[in-house]
């Protein structure tokens, strides 16, 4: 491999991830405060819907089980309200919050893991340019190198493209 090469490939692979990471970054500043304004929502409607049974209470079941664990909560609570409709509407609402904290939570996770491979991927490349004009003279270790980094870099782009279709499909 030439110094050339070595350079181009892990210049390259460093500030294409970065941009990606930046990418990311803004489809989720502009995904998040949606999320939390429709927790805010269904606080209020909880309080407007019950006194018997506090919203944080009802927030955290909506969360972590959807509608059957509200549901659950209200019937336990004698909560529920004499309207049905407005109880099924109150219901949709927490399933609602389920999914948006379901996606919350696994775009939490796979953003630390797209961190720590992209990170390793940036680091290892930003690491390696000193060491080009060694390289270059020992075609077994770059390439090793450079395989590790661009599977790196395609696991990075793989779950940043699996992620943002997340967010998207999310909306």
Not at 24 to 53: G, Q, W
Not at 128 to 133: E, S
């Given at each position: 491999?030439?110094?050339?090469?070595?350079?181009y490939t892990?210049?390259?692979?460093?500030q294409t991830?970065?941009?990606?990471?930046?990418?990311?970054a803004?489809?989720?500043?502009?995904?998040?405060p949606?999320?939390?304004?429709?927790?805010?929502?269904?606080?209020?409607?909880?309080?407007s819907?019950?006194?018997?049974v506090?919203?944080?209470?009802?927030?955290?079941?909506?969360?972590?089980?959807g509608?059957?664990?509200?549901?659950?909560?209200?019937?336990?609570?004698?909560?529920?309200?004499g309207?049905?409709?407005?109880?099924?509407?109150?219901l949709?609402?927490?399933?609602?919050v389920?999914?948006?904290?379901?996606?919350?939570?696994?775009?939490l996770?796979d953003?630390?893991a797209?961190?720590?491979f992209?990170?390793?991927?940036?680091?290892?490349?930003?690491?390696?340019?000193p060491?080009?004009?060694?390289?270059?003279?020992?075609?077994?270790?770059a390439?090793?190198?450079?395989?590790?980094?661009?599977?790196?870099?395609?696991?990075?782009?793989?779950?940043?493209?699996k992620?943002?279709?997340?967010?998207i499909?999310?909306?």
């Amino acid at each position: 491999m030439t110094e050339n090469a070595l350079y181009y490939t892990f210049s390259t692979v460093a500030q294409t991830l970065a941009a990606v990471l930046a990418i990311l970054a803004a489809f989720i500043v502009f995904r998040l405060p949606n999320i939390e304004k429709l927790f805010a929502d269904f606080k209020s409607d909880a309080h407007s819907y019950t006194t018997k049974v506090e919203a944080d209470d009802l927030l955290k079941a909506a969360q972590q089980g959807g509608r059957e664990r509200v549901a659950e909560r209200l019937i336990s609570s004698s909560a529920t309200s004499g309207d049905s409709a407005t109880t099924e509407a109150f219901l949709r609402q927490a399933e609602e919050v389920h999914r948006a904290w379901s996606t919350r939570q696994t775009g939490l996770s796979d953003l630390r893991a797209l961190f720590v491979f992209g990170g390793v991927a940036i680091g290892g490349s930003l690491v390696a340019l000193p060491f080009v004009p060694r390289l270059a003279g020992q075609a077994e270790w770059a390439k090793s190198i450079v395989v590790v980094i661009l599977v790196l870099s395609i696991f990075t782009l793989g779950l940043t493209y699996k992620m943002i279709r997340r967010l998207i499909g999310a909306l």
